[in-house]
């Protein structure tokens, strides 16, 4: 069993910088930890659900759409079971739904939301212009 909540969503200006983290716990995860993979995916009003960065729990290879490249950086803290992701030079277009999801399947294709087996309840990005 596993459980995640984001936290660190909120309102701010189109140039600034922002951090969500999400906290995973359960027994599941803290057996199996070393095979799950971590994304952040983001969901805008009238879109689908898209992907935005994930990382491998073991090895820490990170992976990013393209819109994401060069502003976000994702990180994991073994530690503290925690996964961020900083966003730095946001966007209008940024503004979204953030979603953290836990896979446990090596071979799955992080970019896609299908992939992954649990899901956080979402924190809300808004970027004003």
């Known amino acids: 069993q596993v459980q995640l909540v984001e936290s660190g969503g909120g309102l701010l200006q189109a140039g600034g910088s922002l951090r969500l983290s999400c906290a995973a716990s359960?027994?599941?995860?803290?057996?199996?930890?070393?095979?799950?993979?971590m994304g952040w995916f983001r969901q805008a009003p009238g879109k689908e659900r898209e992907f935005v960065a994930a990382?491998?729990?073991?090895?820490?290879?990170?992976y990013y759409a393209d819109s994401a490249k060069g502003r976000f950086t994702i990180s994991r803290d073994k530690a503290k079971n925690t996964v961020s992701l900083q966003m730095n030079s946001l966007k209008p277009e940024d503004t979204a739904v953030y979603y953290c999801?836990?896979?446990?399947?090596?071979?799955?294709?992080?970019?896609?939301?299908?992939?992954?087996?649990?899901w956080g309840q979402g924190t809300q990005v808004t970027v004003s212009s």
């Open positions: 999801a836990a896979d446990r399947n090596y071979y799955s294709d992080l970019s896609e939301a299908g992939s992954y087996d649990v």
């Open positions: 990382i491998r729990w073991r090895s820490s290879n990170t």
């Open positions: 359960g027994r599941t995860f803290s057996s199996y930890s070393s095979s799950y993979s």
